[in-house]
T-cell receptor
Framework: AQTVTQSQPEMSVQEAETVTLSCTYD???????LFWYKQPPSRQMILVIR??????QNATENRFSVNFQKAAKSFSLKISDSQLGDAAMYFC??????????FGSGTQLTVLP | SQTIHQWPATLVQPVGSPLSLECTVE??????LYWYRQAAGRGLQLLFY??????ISSEVPQNLSASRPQDRQFILSSKKLLLSDSGFYLC??????????????FGPGTRLTVT
């Protein structure tokens, strides 16, 4: 069964600094997608970034980038130049042809002014 | 652009009462639709998904049911609520391409408290 693990329940970062959130997943499939979602206090889930497993290049969206290590089944999110508005719960998620979107348990990110 | 709506935003219902939560999507056709539940401080659990009108798949056995009477409308229901049904309910949609759906976009959610 596919599982997604986020081993850091809470993280904090100083404003303008860089922080990396970890995610590992377990799968026997070769074709899949990985996502990071952000859930601010409003609780609406917002897509931050996605990565296709067949692409070796790491995805980047402005200050957000990922480090995708397919062999290690690792998918970390790096937030550069952290802003107060980045404070939220961050969820890693996995999706394949055979499986619906599966979420990790989340990492609560606090940004310190 | 696409927009997803959910209502109501907040609901307080007594145990044993019925439930109806509605989700509609604008700006796209034939989307895949999803219902999730999120318990406090936890991740999302997929409850139901639909690939077309009248087509519903259930991920977990429970006290809830779902229906899709129109292409862009998805309804979550219960005949008799339980205390354990309390939580935050999120509706989501995704495009389909060759049968494989990609990232999902979420609505604002409904906070349900069963008393």
């Amino acid at each position: 069964a596919q599982t997604v693990t986020q081993s850091q329940p809470e993280m904090s970062v100083q404003e303008a600094e860089t922080v990396t959130l970890s995610c590992t997943y377990d799968t026997s499939e070769s074709d899949y997608y990985l996502f990071w979602y952000k859930q601010p206090p409003s609780r609406q889930m917002i897509l931050v970034i996605r990565q296709e497993a067949y692409k070796q290049q790491n995805a980047t969206e402005n200050r957000f980038s990922v480090n995708f290590q397919k062999a290690a089944k690792s998918f970390s999110l790096k937030i550069s130049d952290s802003q107060l508005g980045d404070a939220a719960m961050y969820f890693c998620a996995y999706r394949s042809l055979a499986r619906q979107l599966t979420f990790g348990s989340g990492t609560q990110l606090t940004v310190l002014p | 652009s696409q927009t997803i709506h959910q209502w109501p935003a907040t609901l307080v219902q007594p145990v044993g009462s019925p439930l109806s939560l509605e989700c509609t999507v604008e700006g796209t056709s034939n989307p895949n639709l999803y219902w999730y539940r999120q318990a406090a401080g936890r991740g999302l659990q997929l409850l139901f998904y639909s690939v077309g009108i009248g087509q519903i798949s259930s991920e977990v056995p429970q006290n809830l049911s779902a229906s899709r009477p129109q292409d862009r409308q998805f309804i979550l229901s219960s005949k008799k609520l339980l205390l354990s049904d309390s939580g935050f309910y999120l509706c989501a949609w995704s495009r389909t391409s060759g049968g494989f759906s990609y990232e999902q976009y979420f609505g604002p959610g409904t906070r349900l408290t069963v008393t």
